[in-house]
């Protein structure tokens, strides 16, 4: 198991801990609360990823072989799905995140319970994240 395999297994078996959406969609706001700001240069359109409801605007730099990503939103739930894509996905090597395709997604059956609006928008947010990965990967 790579990094990012190992890190959605993480993220699976936390939200197995809760019975309800309910306890689900909490726990996703608390984990959006930790967010660290962005810098105000930082909230650009360069940065703002496009098709998502909610205002989300996302960073990504490169540590050598390594990828880092900040982000944050405007909307609780959806600054909890960048929490979760960070733990996923921050730090991690770029072929890991090309290669490793987003179980988590199915497994935590977010599709089900996110608006079609939201699952929009997390779906424009890991397209933004592999095509980092992908970017980086194409600089090696």
């Not at 689900?24 to 409801?53: H, T, V, W």
């Not at 880092?68 to 929490?83: K, P, T, W, Y």
């Amino acid at each position: 198991m790579n990094d990012v395999q190992l890190a959605q297994q993480k993220i699976i078996d936390e939200f197995a801990f809760f019975d309800t959406w309910i306890d689900r969609y909490q726990y996703l706001i608390d984990l959006g609360r930790r967010l660290q700001p962005l810098d105000e240069s930082e909230l650009s359109e360069a940065n703002r990823i496009r098709g998502c409801q909610s205002q989300v605007w996302m960073v990504a730099e490169s540590d050598g072989d390594i990828l880092h990503f900040r982000a944050i939103s405007d909307a609780a739930i959806v600054s909890g799905l960048i929490a979760i894509l960070l733990r996923i996905y921050s730090g991690k090597k770029p072929a890991d995140i090309a290669s490793t395709p987003p179980d988590f997604v199915s497994a935590l059956q977010l599709e089900a319970h996110l608006s079609p609006t939201r699952s929009n928008g997390l779906a424009a947010m890991l397209k933004a994240i592999h095509q980092h990965a992908a970017d980086a990967l194409q600089a090696t």
